[in-house]
């Protein structure tokens, strides 16, 4: 058990990590929005990658976050019950979760991303949102990064959850 725990830790500081580094992707994406502000509304000549610069910076910052998100428990939950059960009780329901809905879903969601992403770079797709049309395999691959590290992280939740249902309370 004692390796298992090493491979969750190890997986959480790869979460925290990813997270930090995401997390300073909304400074281009601020400063790309108030350049087209400038470029629209004072200058009078709008740009033509600003929209899609700012979806991919914007999606990127959000996907990227979301296993560093699951690693300190900021997804949103409802806990009508939940809070009141104890931590073994808990970590039960949650190994459930994992098994039941987590693994197949976001597992799902690897194998079609990959699919995906595969299929953009072979045929070099580009964005039809705007004239400057870039590629859109890098952001499918960054979408398709960001699900794998978010399923990582659902192993290292599922690893520390099985660790609290076999402790049992001492007598």
């Given at each position: 058990?004692?390796?298992?725990?090493?491979?969750?830790?190890?997986i959480?500081?790869?979460?925290?990590?990813?997270?930090?580094?995401?997390?300073?992707l909304?400074?281009?994406?601020?400063?790309?929005?108030?350049?087209?502000?400038?470029?629209?509304?004072?200058?009078?000549?709008?740009?033509?990658w600003?929209?899609?610069?700012?979806?991919?910076?914007?999606?990127?910052?959000?996907?990227?976050?979301?296993?560093?998100?699951?690693?300190?428990?900021a997804?949103?939950?409802?806990?009508?019950?939940?809070q009141?059960?104890?931590?073994?009780?808990?970590?039960?329901?949650?190994?459930?979760?994992?098994?039941?809905f987590?693994?197949?879903?976001?597992?799902?969601?690897?194998?079609?991303?990959?699919e995906f992403?595969?299929?953009?770079f072979?045929?070099?797709?580009?964005?039809?949102?705007?004239?400057?049309?870039?590629?859109?395999?890098?952001?499918?691959?960054?979408?398709?990064?960001a699900?794998?590290?978010?399923?990582?992280?659902?192993?290292?939740?599922?690893?520390?959850?099985?660790?609290?249902?076999?402790?049992?309370?001492?007598?």
């Amino acid at each position: 058990m004692a390796m298992l725990a090493s491979i969750a830790r190890v997986i959480d500081s790869i979460s925290a990590e990813i997270g930090k580094a995401a997390a300073w992707l909304i400074i281009p994406n601020v400063l790309a929005l108030v350049y087209e502000f400038i470029a629209r509304y004072i200058v009078g000549s709008p740009t033509n990658w600003s929209y899609e610069v700012t979806y991919f910076l914007y999606g990127s910052h959000f996907l990227l976050g979301a296993a560093y998100a699951l690693s300190i428990k900021a997804h949103i939950r409802i806990d009508i019950f939940y809070q009141r059960f104890s931590p073994r009780l808990q970590a039960i329901i949650e190994i459930i979760g994992y098994f039941v809905f987590f693994f197949p879903a976001v597992g799902l969601l690897v194998y079609a991303g990959a699919e995906f992403t595969l299929q953009s770079f072979e045929m070099g797709e580009k964005s039809g949102l705007s004239p400057w049309r870039p590629y859109l395999y890098p952001y499918k691959a960054v979408v398709l990064s960001a699900i794998f590290f978010l399923f990582l992280q659902g192993v290292a939740e599922f690893i520390k959850n099985l660790e609290l249902a076999g402790k049992r309370k001492a007598i």
